[in-house]
Each structure stands twice: as structure tokens, then as C-alpha cells.
């Protein structure tokens, strides 16, 4: 029997005996699996004790220091340990000995509580997962990736560059330098030159002068090339609508729109409201979401995917009930993908939450999110969006609009 303080317990068991009470056997040693425990004093009140140690994820785990001396903490029989056992309240893996892991360790690799694993050379531990490193990856190809097999000279049927994942491009979209690219007519704001190449807006001159992916065009001698339009400077000075060339026109009908500036013509969908074009209340839009582009690191300065690789991006868009397919391993995603085509001009002109994730095997990041309020311009055609993070640029998207036609 286990000798304890005070006569009054010594004397209560001698009686027992007397009586012919059983005789009862010390079963004390505990049976549960070791778990992370908060700090605080140590309990010297009872028999056994308790020491602190920290592990290599961070974490301080309580493990009996007596009676459990013929313990054996790398044995799966040991009463004390189960390397089997799974916790919700570890994110990373369980060693042998029943503590939590980071699981970021070639050594001790696993996510979401599950026993931890030793990865086999070549295999390295990525995101919780023992993966064999690619054969293709931006450390070894310019090109695309197709699997192991390098694409050194990107085509339409496997375009991509710096080593990402290579795509096919869709019909009418070429690869041009290694992205997916659009004819310049389909993804212009600007004008289209003879050669296809795109001239935006801040980039024309009079000799080359357009929008919404026409063909570029001259201005007469004397002319300048305003937001598209050939407009000769003395008009806005003495006209109290829009001006195309040395014309003044009102600036109220859809075909010459604008006040004291170069004349819009409104496309289909939109109205002139005197002042500038303005998407009609009651009209249907399909949206498009074009292509993209997508910052390369992480704000903390790492990569997004393991081996130094890409973010995988795809756009949430809630209130649409939109989400976008997965372009893996890339900064400029292509996706040609409807967005709606049943939104009304009040559900787009309404304040919309976009949110670009990074899609990953065990738990997808988020890269950016911004709430997006859509201009009246913007349903012109093209409408690029761009959202910043704490002021530095996180993600841009390329939307197209067109009206229903009923």
C-alpha cells in the first residue's frame, strides 16, 4: 500500500485490513497521449511531476517525469504515446513521441494533426506533403513546363514562360512571348495598328489615334489625338457640348456624347446623360474575365508554391456567384471565362468584393482582396480592375461587357 502523510489515513487503512478488506494495487502510471499545455506554476501538491520541453515547432509539451520510468517513447506500445493518434489542435504533424510538429521538415512532414513522416530522398516536404522536386521548374527552363518535359519555344498549344505550367490557348487567343493573348481588336481599349500591336490611350499620338480595338488612324494637320478622337484644340475652347475634329455638337445624343471635351459614342447598353455615356437601369450584361496579371511573391517576400514555384490564381467574385478555374504556376493567369451573363446594370454598378486566391494542395492563400466599384465607362467594353494591398500592387483583371441582346 503507498505510504501517505497523516496518521488518521495510516490508521483508516490498518482497520480496513483488520476487517479483511482486499488489498489494492497502485494502477497511478497514465494512459493518454501527451498534449500541448499552457504555462503557468508547477503542481508540487501530489506524488508525481511534470517537466516543460520545447519541441521544434514551438510548441511546450507536458510529459510525466515519474512513474513512467520504463517508459519508452519511440515504442507504439508505450501506454503514454500513441504516434497514431490525430489532433484538430495541431496544424502541422505528431512525432513518435506524441508532440506537434511545424511539418515543414524533410525529416517530419504532415499537416492537420496525422503522424508525421520521413521523406525519402529525393522526396522533399512541401506543404506538408513529401514531393519528388519537378524536372522542369523556373531553376532549369525559360519555357514552359509540360510536366518533367521542357517547352523551350512556347507554341498555342503549350504557351507559357520562366518555367511555369504550360497552357493551351484558346481559339481566337495566340502565345505571344510566352502568355495567351487575345487579337489586339478583342482586347484593345486603345487602337489596333496594321501589325495587331495595341496603342492605349496614354501612349497615342496624332499619327496614330483610335479606341476600342479600331484600327489606328491619322488626324488632320493641326489635329490632336484626345482619349482616341482626332480634336482640334479650338473647338473645346468655344463649344459648350463635345467636339469631334473642329465640329461642336451638343454632347446629349448617343452618337456624340460628352461637355467640353471630345465627343463619346455610346455602344450599345449605355445612353448619353449630357454629360458622359451611362449603362441603361434594367439592361442585361455578360462579363468576361479576360486575362491578368498577379504579384510574384508573397508580402513576406517568399514564393507562393514550394520549390520556388508561382501562385496558381484564381478570382472570387461572391456576389456574382463566380469563381473563376485555376491557371497554375503563373503571374499572367488567361482564362477567357463568362463571369455572368444575366447581371443587371444595379448588381454590377453595386460595390463587388474580388478576391484572388492562390490554390495550394492542403490550404488555398489569399493574395488580394479589394471592393471594386465599377465606373460608367467601364461599359464601354474593356475595363481593367486593379486591386493594391497596404499600397503595393497586388492583382490586375481584364472585364469585358456587352449588352444581352433579348
Known sequence: MRKVRGSWIVGAAAALAACGAPEETDSAAPSSTATPATTGPADTAGDESTTTSPTSAGVTSMVPTSGTTDSDPTNPSDPTVDPSDSSSDCPGCINAGGVCESGEFDTACGRGGIACEACEAPAQCAEGVCEAPPGCSPDNCDGCCDGDDC??????????????????????????????????EQSCIGCCTASGDCIEDADQTPDACGFLG???????????CDFGLCLSPGCIDTCDGCCVGETCFTGFEDETCGFMESCDMCSNGTSCNGVDCAPQAGVQWQVTLVDGEVVGMQPGGGTWDAF???????????????????????TFPTWNETVTSSALTADLTAPLEFRMRDSDALLDQTIGTCTVNLPDTAFFGFHEVECEVDGNFSWSVLLSFAPVEK
Not at 157 to 179: H, L, N, Q, Y
Not at 214 to 224: L, Q, V
Not at 313 to 324: C, G, K, W
Request: glycine share 10%; charged share 20%; with cysteine.
Open 308 to 330: 520556388g514555384g508561382n501562385p496558381d490564381p484564381y478570382l472570387q467574385i461572391e456576389a456574382l456567384n463566380f469563381t473563376s478555374s485555376v491557371v497554375d504556376n503563373t
Open 214 to 224: 479600331f484600327e489606328c488612324t491619322e488626324c488632320d494637320p493641326g489635329e490632336e
Open 151 to 184: 517547352i523551350a519555344v512556347p507554341n498555342d498549344a503549350a504557351c507559357g514562360a520562366d518555367g511555369g505550367e504550360c497552357t493551351s490557348c484558346e481559339d481566337p487567343a495566340v502565345c505571344d512571348e510566352g502568355i495567351c493573348q487575345l487579337p489586339c
